[in-house]
């Protein structure tokens, strides 16, 4: 399966992907250099190799998709690391790299329009995006994306997107719970592209393993509520509290983030969809 990675670059050359690929990879060389025409800003991306067949930075335009920071670097990881040290969800999965932050921070709607444009070209049949806006209440329909996760959604595409770190409304309360009352479930703390009908939206739950006391439970900064539709999201957790994956300079750490759960759900898509596939 091939899975993209839309965030802040990954390093390619790290040992958590220098594992050997375990299945035939979907995306060659010749595959990638007969769709580059049909790219719009990708037309220069590059093939870097079985492992990663096309890369692109859509923020600074070149295709130099190395990282800004070290998040895209830890979310590849999650999903699909196959050397020695870590694991991914699915190790054998290609993985495309769209860079959408720039180098001096921020990531343009015009590097991300790109991005997702060019996925409906690639087809890849996984999109993460551990990515958002805070308090992103709009419906697709009014933002400058209107249409663009529905086109990817209709070329069967999975869209997996963080619900955002930024709590819930009940959080602190009086009812000492940590729980929103039914008059107000929610004051917009869920992220967009996570509020969009399209997309598959992932809370996170803690690591049992790592700083959880071998229970799993919900992540207190795991946003969550209801879509302008009336939609209640996220719809699936994972862990994303305390969770080792790769940084750059070929380092490993604990981060913890709706963006660290977001990854876990993407490899479990694409291992389930080859599952479906091969049935």
Do not use: C
């Not at 719009?40 to 070149?62: C, I, M």
């Not at 990515?131 to 933002?143: C, E, F, V």
């Not at 955002?164 to 000492?176: C, P």
């Amino acid at each position: 399966k091939v899975v993209a990675v839309i965030d802040t670059g990954v390093e390619m050359t790290h040992p958590a992907f220098a594992g050997a690929m375990g299945s035939t990879p979907s995306l060659t060389a010749d595959k990638v250099a007969a769709l580059a025409p049909k790219l719009g800003n990708g037309k220069l991306g590059v093939y870097v190799s079985e492992k990663f067949p096309f890369a692109y930075d859509y923020a600074d335009g070149d295709n130099d998709a190395s990282p800004a920071g070290s998040h895209g670097t830890h979310v590849a990881g999650i999903t699909a690391a196959n050397g020695s040290q870590i694991t991914g969800i699915a190790p054998d999965a290609q993985i495309i790299v769209g860079k959408v932050a720039r180098g001096r921070g921020g990531i343009p709607d015009s590097a991300l329009l790109g991005a997702l444009d060019d996925m409906a070209v690639i087809k890849p049949d996984v999109v993460n995006m551990s990515l958002g806006r805070t308090a992103g209440m709009d419906s697709a329909a009014d933002t400058l994306f209107a249409g663009v996760y529905e086109k990817l959604q209709e070329k069967g595409i999975t869209l997996d997107v963080a619900g955002g770190n930024e709590f819930q409304a009940g959080y602190g309360n009086k009812s000492g719970k940590n729980l929103p009352y039914a008059s107000d479930p929610d004051s917009s703390t869920l992220g967009e592209p996570g509020s969009f009908a399209p997309v598959v939206t992932v809370a996170s739950i803690e690591n049992a393993r790592n700083g959880a006391n071998g229970n799993y439970k919900m992540s207190d900064f795991s946003s969550w509520g209801v879509s302008p539709d009336m939609r209640l999201k996220p719809e699936v957790t994972a862990p994303g509290g305390n969770i080792y994956s790769s940084v750059p300079g070929g380092g490993y750490k604990m981060m913890s983030g709706t963006s660290m759960a977001t990854p876990q759900m993407t490899g479990a898509s694409a291992v389930v969809l080859e599952r479906v596939q091969n049935d």
